[in-house]
């Protein structure tokens, strides 16, 4: 099977809530979204839900949020603001990062969680 990012949003939730064996109707109700609305989204028809709701549906599904979140073509809530406190630094770092593959990334986010203990 192909992986979800792979997929179109709608596609990959669907399947991925068929496989968790959810209801569309139920899936819906713990999203606080409505069956109609949900139905629409998987079908790709609408644009997905806000990314509180993707981490929701995300949290449903036990499966990583920021991965849905960035399949719906959103950004996590936590990072504008993330972003505004550094508006340089951030970014830069960021572009720095970019074309990295999973391991280095993993490396980096720890010497950064290191130096962030270290200069409490």
């Known amino acids: 099977m192909a992986r979800k990012k792979d997929k179109p949003f709608g596609q990959a ?9 959810i209801s569309l109707r139920k ?11 949900l139905s629409q989204v998987e079908q ?8 509180d709701r993707v981490k929701r549906m995300a949290e ?5 949020a920021d991965e849905w979140i960035a399949l719906a073509g959103r950004v996590p809530e936590d ?7 550094q508006p340089t630094g951030v970014p830069d ?8 593959n999973a391991d280095q990334l993993r490396k980096l986010r720890e010497n950064a969680e290191r130096m962030k203990k270290e200069g409490k």
Not at 79 to 85: G, S
Request: charged residues 25%; aromatic residues 4%.
């Open 79 to 85: 990072l504008p603001e993330i972003i505004q406190r």
């Open 93 to 100: 770092l960021l572009r720095a990062v970019k074309g990295m």
């Open 44 to 51: 790709g028809n609408v644009d997905p839900p806000t990314a």
């Open 13 to 21: 939730l669907r399947e991925k809530r068929i496989e968790k064996g």
């Open 27 to 37: 899936f819906a109700e713990q999203v606080g979204i409505s069956p109609t609305y």
């Open 60 to 64: 449903i599904l036990a499966d990583n």
